[in-house]
């Protein structure tokens, strides 16, 4: 019996509901097999009568009977459990048996044909029944069908560097003939020295990630501080115009009133004047009618006079316009307009202000300035001085009369003014660092560059622009994030031009062209000046 007990698993005499081997076994009419406390909690559980495992409704709740045969198995599986000799536990490093369900022991052999990994227990049958006697067994390997060839169905015991891929010995016979093929071994000691870098640069990515989600939610965080100066200000800005609306509106109520007053005394003095005019000639009539059957003629004559004198009055000068509000409602929302219109004037100004909030100190790079250009000493004015300069030509310096400024940016919001009074040419703006700084480029978004200037009166951005009047101070504005560069008016606070749907790769970098100094006609330098906010 007990060969018989060593060839039955765990899961044949488990019970589905607990887990566990059978205690008390009962068998429902369905075949299927429980725990005689097990299958009464369940139906205790539930509204209806039926087995966990198939569903089948039973009408009335049965009275189940232990089932001996299983209750005998089940008693004796638990006895030979416990007689066998405490098993040994995997380690980390150890492969446990594929066939153990419930505490898993170690494996002491692998067969190459069942591709399972065997513990003692479960060994037994290899080693006695004839079918299984004949199998393949080495030393416990973990994963062991993912370790057989495919193709032959023998362990992969070799690398083929060629085509990075695992081998067994008949392999190299076949498709990896005359390929690099090592032992496993040796490729495992080669990739475990390099283990090392490949953990160190691993390192680094995970801290470049880590970096670029700090500064997404820094980004967010900011954005979020944007949108609520935002709301605020557009808040304010239509609280003021609903106000004025308001305020508007009930002058205008007021005035039609007013009006309306005005008017209906205006009808009632009219009324009233027509009524006694009714009155009197009334009068006049009733008396014409009597003097005319008396002999008084003179009466009579002057009656009639009197009667006659009231039918000679014109009253169609006599009313009153009901139309009083046209030109009232007309007026106020004019009047209205110009208030919209004082406010939408602001916004710009508004925006600007709070791009200010964004400023940046920025100071010019000598190492990249122009041979012929001259810079302050404290890297915030640029000229062009005509004379070439004794420097050194190093990859940063530019071969045309161009400057970059120190700082670069890869992320977030950054502004700057430039003061470009006196000038008659000069360019402005920002460009990424690897531009070419050898060549007569083309100042173009293709090359890598997000300008405005002057030129031989035209200022241009991306093409030519008109201009109110002429600039002394412009401003320069980038959103690296949403990639924006736009440029402003500082003395008028109004929007010049923006690049929009810009793709930032690189870092940026402020961007200055004083242009050529034209025997003194632009001997004006470029001039950064502080932000006043």
């Known amino acids: ?154 362990l992969t015991e070799l690398y083929c560097r060629t085509d990075q891929t695992y081998l067994c010995v008949l392999c190299i016979k076949t498709d990896h003939k005359g390929h690099n093929v090592v032992a496993l071994e040796e490729e495992y000691e080669v990739t475990v020295a390099k283990k090392d870098e490949t953990m160190a640069k691993v390192k680094k990515m995970m801290e470049l990630r880590s970096e670029r989600i700090r500064e997404i939610e820094s980004s967010v965080d900011a954005s979020q501080r944007e949108a609520d100066k935002e709301i605020a200000a557009s808040v304010e800005v239509f609280t003021d115009l609903i106000r004025s609306i308001e305020k508007s509106q009930a002058e205008l109520v007021e005035v039609i009133e007013e009006r309306h007053q005005a008017t209906k005394q205006k009808a009632e003095d009219f009324i009233k004047e027509l009524r006694m005019e009714i009155t009197d000639l009334e009068k006049g009539s009733n008396e014409l009618q009597q003097l005319s059957q008396s002999d008084d003629h003179h009466l009579f004559l002057q009656s009639f006079s009197t009667i006659c004198s009231l039918l000679n009055k014109n009253r169609k000068d006599m009313g009153v316009d009901s139309n009083l509000s046209v030109g009232t409602v007309r007026g106020a929302l004019s009047a209205l307009k110009e208030t919209v219109d004082r406010e939408m004037e602001q916004l710009p100004e508004i925006k600007l202000k709070r791009i200010k909030e964004h400023a940046v100190e920025v100071t010019l790079d000598p190492d990249t300035a122009h041979c012929q250009l001259i810079l302050s000493q404290d890297g915030k004015q640029v000229t062009h001085g005509n004379v070439t300069q004794n420097l050194p030509n190093n990859p940063k310096r530019f071969e045309f009369c161009e400057v970059l400024a120190k700082e670069g940016f890869t992320t977030g919001k950054f502004y700057f003014e430039v003061q470009v009074k006196g000038k008659t040419e000069w360019v402005v703006g920002v460009a990424k660092e690897s531009i070419d700084r050898k060549g007569n480029t083309k100042l173009s978004v293709q090359n890598g560059f997000w300008t405005i200037g002057l030129d031989e009166g035209t200022y241009r951005t991306n093409g030519k622009i008109t201009l109110k009047g002429k600039l002394q101070n412009v401003g320069v504005f980038v959103d690296y994030n949403k990639g924006i560069v736009s440029f402003y008016d500082v003395d008028s606070k109004s929007h010049i031009y923006s690049f929009t749907g810009c793709y930032f790769t690189e870092k940026l970098y402020p961007y200055f062209c004083p242009q050529e100094n034209q025997n003194g006609a632009n001997s004006a330098p470029l001039v950064i000046t502080p932000v006043h906010r």
């Open 1 to 154: 019996m007990a060969a018989a007990s060593s060839l039955l698993s765990e899961e044949q005499l488990m019970c589905s509901v607990c887990l566990e081997v059978f205690t008390e076994p009962v068998t429902t009419p369905c075949g299927h097999n429980f725990c005689n406390a097990c299958i009464q909690q369940y139906w205790d559980s539930n509204d209806i009568c039926q087995c966990p495992l198939c569903k089948r409704l039973f009408s009335t709740r049965i009275e189940l009977q232990v089932n001996t045969f299983i209750s005998e198995l089940a008693a004796r599986f638990k006895r030979f459990k416990r007689s066998t000799s405490e098993p040994c536990l995997p380690g980390e490093a150890d492969v446990s048996c594929d066939i153990c369900s419930g505490m898993k022991v170690s494996a002491i052999k692998s067969c190459l044909v069942c591709l399972t990994s065997l513990c003692e227990v479960h060994l037994e049958p290899h080693q006695r029944v004839a079918g299984l006697k004949s199998h393949t067994l080495i030393n416990p390997v973990g994963n062991l069908r993912d370790k057989m060839c495919r193709n032959h169905h023998k």
